[in-house]
């Protein structure tokens, strides 16, 4: 998965890089108004962050443009408690609230649950035949036996899963599961799916030729 944070504090910034980078997702940092506003129209994230007290644009503006031309769950990060903002914030087009300082904890589990939602999936929980992934814990059964996976498997196995029944495009997983700064050509995502069938078996992930892949929904 992959998350746009727009934030102007540069030591905020860092840590919720750092902290959802250890989690595994692919991380986009912004740190004014305009360039979160270009990231967001020109990539398509699983979920931004963003800031309202922003240099060069503020943050409401930078989510009216937004909503314009996508839909993407936006979480708003911001000091200002004051009920006006909030309210201004949601009638934005922002689709949760949260004012800082936070538990990293609940910025966890609410960015969680906004991916699941927009992916149309209620449960934490992510299954297709034998195999099942627990979005929480960040583990995955087979058959009810853990599979150790690396980082980038887990987010290869993640993102399918919660597209299960849909044709996923390469393209797709590359923008899902690497970041800016990362060298796609040294990570081929092909090689993640074919280790990701000798650890979950040779059905898990179907190939149609040409075009992507599908898990069984
Ligand atoms: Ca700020």
Known sequence: MRVLIVEDEPDLARVLGKTLEEDGFAV???HDGESGQHLAESVDYDV?????????????????GLRKRKQTPVLIITARDAV??????????????????F???????????????????????LSSGEVELDTRS?????????VPLTPKQYAVA????MHRGELVTRAMLYEHVYDEDED????????????????????FIRTRRGEGYIVDG
């Open 28 to 30: 986009d940092l912004a």
């Open 48 to 64: 931004i962050l963003l800031d309202l007290m922003l240099p060069r644009r503020d943050g409401w503006t930078v989510l009216g």
């Open 84 to 101: 006006g903002d909030r309210i201004r914030g949601l009638d934005s087009g922002a689709d949760d609230y949260l004012v800082k300082p």
């Open 103 to 125: 538990e990293l904890g609940e910025l966890r589990a609410r960015i969680r649950a906004l991916i699941r939602r927009s992916a149309g999936r209620a449960s934490a929980i």
């Open 138 to 146: 960040r583990t995955v059964r087979r058959k009810g036996e853990t």
């Open 158 to 161: 993640e993102y399918l899963l």
């Open 184 to 203: 796609t050509l040294s990570n081929v995502v092909d090689v993640y799916v074919a280790q990701l069938r000798r650890k979950l078996g040779q059905d």
